[in-house]
């Protein structure tokens, strides 16, 4: 693996990935739809482009050995107008499509355990697992399984390919900030007067980098590997970034019911703002995911090892520090205080 093109490269994922193949001294081609000021001042070939577009991916993949597939709309609001299929299904389809045709040596699809069924809960998922499907499955879930298809239905046909599914990704670089760092950033300049039930399996967004560069050398042709981490509620991550940030978070938890009453009004009131919600009732969906996401698999294959997550929220709040995006005069404490229980 030496010349690599990654889509998604502006994403919280993706901007990772980009710099762990540029320390590894790979040569790196990224698709650009839109700005790149995630990108800024990093030395990689730029190719404008859309994956719903065939056309303008050619340039993308000629002369490459390893394609990183990572774009993808996440949604917790609906299609999005069909835009989520679009992207999710015919963008990795077409990508999948352009990668055989240039004849690229392997194909990375990273997809989600979104894409998987989550119930029975009480039992664990592994790569085995239904996906989702139907009507009433989210419009976002049902995309991963159905883009998985698509691209498998590539491999099917020739493209030497493996598929990644990461959980619910935390971590550093996280320019944007993704969701889940808008979340971090909330707590720590005290913007939520709630938290919300649920939790979810989290990972550290190096980690999944780890993993995904494992798959396109070690992952066997045709397999795929979930890269999770382990499940944390909520009110832990609350409890953890307040550990470690010294900032009180707040200490009442809507229960669901109620929760699930106020999700339409904020989803409401961020459309009328013209702001990305903070949840949804699809996210409260996700947050009752099934707590056992099995990555055996992948530790075994790929030396899939995720970190605890107070280093991965220590790490992000060091970041957020240095960047000017905590509260005026807070530093980072030497060492985290304890974390209080419920």
Same mark, same amino acid.
């Given at each position: 693996m030496n010349r690599v093109a990654i889509t998604g490269a502006t994403g919280h994922l993706g901007s990772n990935l980009v710099r762990a193949c540029l320390a590894e001294g790979l040569a790196v081609r990224v698709?650009?739809?839109?700005?790149?000021?995630?990108?800024?001042?990093?030395?990689?070939?730029?190719? =404008?482009?859309?994956?719903?577009?065939?056309?303008?991916?050619?340039?993308?993949?000629?002369?490459?050995?390893?394609?990183?597939?990572?774009?993808?709309?996440?949604s917790i609001d609906g299609d999005q107008g069909g835009r989520v299929p679009a992207i999710n299904v015919g963008g990795a389809r077409n990508m999948a499509l352009a990668a055989r045709a240039a004849g690229v040596a392997r194909f990375v699809?990273?997809? $989600?355990v979104h894409a &998987?069924?989550?119930?029975?809960?009480?039992?664990?998922?592994?790569?085995?697992?239904?996906?989702? $499907?139907?009507?009433?499955?989210?419009?976002?879930?049902?995309?991963?399984?159905?883009?998985?298809?698509?691209?498998?239905?590539?491999?099917?046909?020739?493209?030497?390919?493996v598929v990644v599914y990461p959980s619910g990704v935390?971590?550093?670089?996280?320019?944007?900030? $993704?969701?889940?760092?808008? &979340? &971090?950033?909330?707590?720590?300049?005290?913007?939520?007067?709630?938290?919300?039930?649920?939790?979810?399996?989290?990972v550290d967004v190096r980690d999944v980098v780890a993993t995904v560069l494992a798959a396109a050398r070690l992952g066997r042709p045709?397999?795929?590997y979930i890269a999770s981490g382990r499940w944390a509620s909520v009110q832990e991550l609350a409890r953890i970034a307040e550990s470690i940030t010294g900032i009180p978070s707040p200490k009442w938890t809507s229960p669901m019911w109620l929760a699930r009453?106020?999700? =339409? &009004?904020?989803?409401l009131g961020n459309r009328l703002f013209g702001v990305d919600p903070l949840y949804t009732s699809e996210a409260l969906d996700a947050l009752e995911a099934n707590h056992a996401l099995h990555h055996h698999k992948a530790a075994a294959?790929?030396?899939?090892?995720?970190?605890?997550?107070?280093?991965?929220?220590?790490?992000?709040?060091a970041e957020y520090a240095a960047s000017g995006r905590m509260p005026a005069g807070w530093t980072l404490p030497a060492s985290p205080l304890p974390v209080a229980t419920p």
């Open positions: 698709l650009v739809h839109g700005g790149d000021a995630e990108l800024a001042g990093l030395d990689v070939e730029r190719i =404008p482009g859309d994956v719903t577009r065939a056309d303008t991916l050619d340039a993308l993949v000629t002369g490459v050995d390893t394609v990183f597939h990572l774009a993808a709309l996440i699809h990273v997809a $989600s &998987f069924k989550q119930r029975p809960l009480e039992v664990p998922i592994n790569e085995g697992r239904e996906r989702v $499907s139907g009507p009433n499955a989210l419009a976002y879930d049902r995309s991963k399984a159905e883009g998985e298809a698509a691209v498998r239905a590539v491999f099917a046909d020739g493209l030497n390919g935390i971590g550093p670089t996280d320019p944007r900030p $993704s969701r889940m760092g808008r &979340f &971090f950033l909330d707590l720590a300049h005290r913007r939520l007067p709630a938290l919300t039930p649920g939790g979810f399996d989290w045709g397999e795929g009453v106020g999700a =339409p &009004f904020m989803t294959e790929l030396g899939h090892a995720p970190r605890p997550i107070e280093d991965t929220v220590r790490d992000l709040y």
